[in-house]
């Protein structure tokens, strides 16, 4: 993902509707990814992941997809709720050997009640 | 069980000087993991420490520095400090087995004067 700075793409939807939310990576060789929520004040928590070996994984309301031929991962999440209102990230670990992340820029969810 | 928590969660320092900052991370967990998240540069990955080594660097100036401890307990250094230095700073632990779910803290907001 592009780091957009201030400036973050902002997705805006209606309460109980799905969002989509995507994410380009940038290493061919990563083999682990990882989405975050972040609220205002708090540090990143760990929604889902998902490994190169697979190409879709359902959480509770949410379902991570990982397109390798194109190096996208997609976050949706089922009847939005104003609680998923948060700064979402990527993350890859291209790094084998540890703990490494490089994350996306990040995207705003809104929900709208 | 008891989460990632860091030491002090506000901090504010003049430029040249140095701070420390801590992190105790999850009962059990040897990998410990500092980011360094600021509006204009997004989420970095500044390096990871696993049974009292580093593993893993990324891309910061000598000025930042970084130690676990045998309980693994993580501490990190920034000295001189400089304007841009003022972000917040995560830590993530996890169990260190490899590529794993890293789990963060509430971080520490760093701001110099």
């Known amino acids: 993902g592009e780091s957009v700075g201030l400036h973050l793409p902002t997705l805006s939807v209606q309460e109980g509707d799905n969002s989509i939310i995507n994410c380009a990576y940038s290493n061919s060789a990563s083999d682990y990814f990882i989405w975050y929520k972040q609220e205002s004040g708090k540090g990143p928590q760990f929604i889902i992941d998902i490994r190169s070996n697979m190409d879709k994984r359902q959480g509770q309301r949410v379902t991570v997809l990982l397109n390798k031929t194109v190096k996208h991962l997609s976050l949706q999440i089922a009847a939005t709720q104003p609680g998923d209102s948060a700064v979402y990230f990527c993350a890859e670990n291209p790094n084998n050997a540890g703990n490494m992340l490089t994350f996306g820029g990040g995207t705003r969810l809104m929900v709208k009640p | 069980k008891a989460g990632v928590t860091q030491t002090p969660r506000y901090l504010i320092k003049t430029r040249g000087q140095q701070v420390t900052l801590s992190c105790s991370p999850i009962?059990?967990?040897?990998?410990v993991s500092w980011y360094q998240q600021t509006p204009g540069q997004g989420l970095q990955f500044l390096f990871e420490?696993?049974?009292?080594?580093?593993?893993n660097k990324g891309n910061f100036p000598g000025r930042f520095s970084g130690r676990q401890f045998s309980n693994s307990r993580s501490e990190m250094n920034v000295s001189t400090l400089e304007l841009g230095d003022s972000a917040l700073y995560l830590c993530a632990s996890s169990p260190g087995t490899g590529q794993d779910t890293q789990y963060f803290g509430p971080g520490t907001r760093l701001t110099v004067l």
């Open positions: 420490y696993f049974s009292e080594t580093q593993r």
């Open positions: 009962s059990g967990h040897r990998s």
